[in-house]
């Protein structure tokens, strides 16, 4: 039983915005950017959907936002601008709601680094490491199939499993310690979690979200002619959301990392253990398009080897689902 007023649209319209909605925020490049897990991007929607983004973001500090480790270079200040774009597909396996997605990073980095005690100022630009992503459901509801299913749906507590791969083809100089690629396989499994505060209103709708996950990573045999090794990073994030009216929300945002120590030929550095928050707001400005902004920034990054990163993103996502445009399309006949 829907615990929610009838709507005053159409179920296709509803549908139709709620498959655009929970792809709007994804492939928001978890591999980036904080390495923070967009909030809703692990909310459910109906199989066969998909979304394709265009996602801008604005990073500095003192690691290169392309490398997933995050490797901090004391007194380091880097300035980037990151583009990318992807496609995200959802589908049904084994009746449980599952999901792919690609992501391919783009951009320009700048900034001084430090080869054998001297510092010079690097840039690059380029394609970075595409990233696939897949999703599977092992609690909560079942996969939605139909548009009666789409309007039943409520959350309620479910709980993901995830694997993230990033392939090692993006551009890189073997005589520059600043990248767009990174030479070597990476990737993360994680376990997202959705917990539905209160009723399922859309005007209201409230939630809390975790994603625990673990970051591994191959060798760098490479690095300007040495070899760069990356202990497991360890990775906690949180979202606090909430509903303003139908088609506007906003999140609160919280990330904790840790571990991750990087050992370039046996001389190893700092081990991760920061905290980064951040906000965030979503707006569906129609039937087939979503704007979001964001901000994110470490907060204990006083010391020299602390991680430290601002980064300021704004994305727009076109999604489709085809038995809604189908549906759009016999109406307007």
């Known amino acids: 039983m829907m615990n929610y007023a009838v709507p005053t649209k159409s179920p296709s319209n509803r549908a139709h915005w709620a498959a655009v909605a929970v792809l709007a925020m994804a492939v928001l490049c978890p591999q980036q950017a904080l390495a923070q ?52 597909h959802t589908f049904t396996l084994a009746d449980r709601s599952a999901m792919a997605a690609v992501i391919l990073p783009m951009g320009r980095i700048s900034g001084d680094v430090t080869v054998a005690g001297r510092t010079a100022k690097e840039s690059t630009s380029g394609f970075g490491d595409p990233m696939l992503e897949f999703d599977i459901n092992i609690l909560g509801p079942k996969a939605q199939k139909n548009i009666p299913d789409l309007l ?16 090692p083809i993006g551009e890189y100089d073997n005589s520059k310690q600043l990248n767009i690629g990174q030479n070597r396989w990476y990737g993360r499994l994680g376990m997202p979690m959705i917990w539905q505060l209160g009723s399922w209103i859309p005007q209201q709708r409230t939630t809390l979200e975790f994603l625990p996950a673990v970051w591994l990573f191959g060798k760098n045999n490479d690095f300007v002619g040495q070899t760069k090794e990356t202990d497991p990073m360890y990775q906690l994030d949180a979202h606090l959301t909430r509903n303003f009216a139908e088609h ?80 759009k399309r016999l109406k307007k006949e």
């Open 37 to 88: 897990m967009p909030a809703r991007f692990y909310w459910k929607t109906l199989s066969d959907g998909n979304a394709v983004p265009l996602i801008v973001n604005s990073i500095s500090g003192n690691t290169n936002p392309f490398d997933a480790g995050h490797t901090v270079t004391p007194g380091a200040n880097f300035d980037a601008t990151l583009a990318m774009g992807g496609y995200a």
């Open 248 to 327: 506007l929300w906003g999140a609160v945002d919280a990330s904790w990392y840790s571990g991750g120590r990087t050992t370039i030929n046996g001389v190893s550095g700092p081990r991760l253990n920061n905290v980064g928050v951040g906000l965030t707001l979503g707006y569906q400005i129609n039937d087939n398009v979503s704007l979001t902004v964001g901000y994110k920034s470490t907060v204990n990054d006083k010391a020299p080897d602390d991680l430290r990163m601002d980064g300021f993103m704004v994305s727009l996502v076109f999604g489709w689902h085809p038995m809604i445009e189908g549906m």
């Open 152 to 167: 039943r749906y409520e959350p309620g507590f479910s709980i993901d499993l995830l694997a993230d791969l990033a392939l």
